[in-house]
């Protein structure tokens, strides 16, 4: 787990005005909060910011968050709320961590190996491309990676089949899948296309 250093000041006004006057001052509004703590009301300078999440994406972020005149907290980026277009910040919380407690983060799935149906003429398709994983900080994976080299035309890995070790759990209620290697396009093989459709639909309704 990899730790970011970030500085924020406290905040004492509150409401849209105040949200409004911090974000034409090149800030964002934000709150930290946790079980054990009363929520810190800061805000983040957008440039800084801007840059953590152009240099390390969204997904399971854990900060060592600095507040003026406060001792370090460590917390985990919880939710980013931007505006409709998804061009500015409007509201960064941030959720403060036990580190011998599980916490729930979504990580990215990435694909290994060279498929053996792709090489058949068949088409990798990526159901899920992010997992939620339940773990301790220190144990947060950068991505969850599936091996797909031994794959067939119609083979697919369901979350069932991925296996993260005993301090990584992946939550799920039903075995949805996550990629598959459907046939080439024009195949006359229905069945593994009504598999494929059903995988969309099912990764759609989830």
Do not use: W
Request: charged residues 30%.
């Amino acid at each position: 787990m990899e730790l970011i250093e970030l500085s924020v000041a406290k905040r004492e006004s509150t409401g849209k005005g105040a949200a409004r006057r911090l974000r034409a001052d090149k800030a964002i509004p934000g709150i930290v909060y946790g079980a054990k703590i009363e929520p810190v009301k800061v805000s983040i300078d957008v440039n800084t910011f801007d840059k953590v999440i152009r240099d390390n994406g969204t997904t399971g972020l854990f900060f060592d968050l600095k507040i003026q005149g406060e001792t370090s907290r460590m917390v985990m980026l919880k939710d980013i709320q931007m505006d409709p277009f998804g061009l500015r910040y409007l509201h960064i919380d941030f959720h403060e961590i036990d580190m011998d407690a599980k916490v729930s983060i979504v990580v990215p799935v990435e694909t290994e190996g060279v498929c053996a149906g792709v090489k058949e003429g068949g088409m990798l398709q990526i159901i899920r491309r992010e997992l939620e994983v339940l773990c301790k900080p220190k144990d947060t994976p950068e991505s969850v990676k599936l091996d797909i080299s031994k794959l067939e035309i119609g083979d697919s890995i369901h979350v069932a089949d991925i296996d993260l070790g005993t301090e990584i759990e992946i939550p799920f209620d039903n075995n949805f899948t996550v990629v598959t290697i459907v046939p080439p396009a024009g195949s006359s093989d229905d069945n593994e296309g009504e598999a494929e459709e059903a995988g969309v639909a099912e990764a759609a309704a989830e």
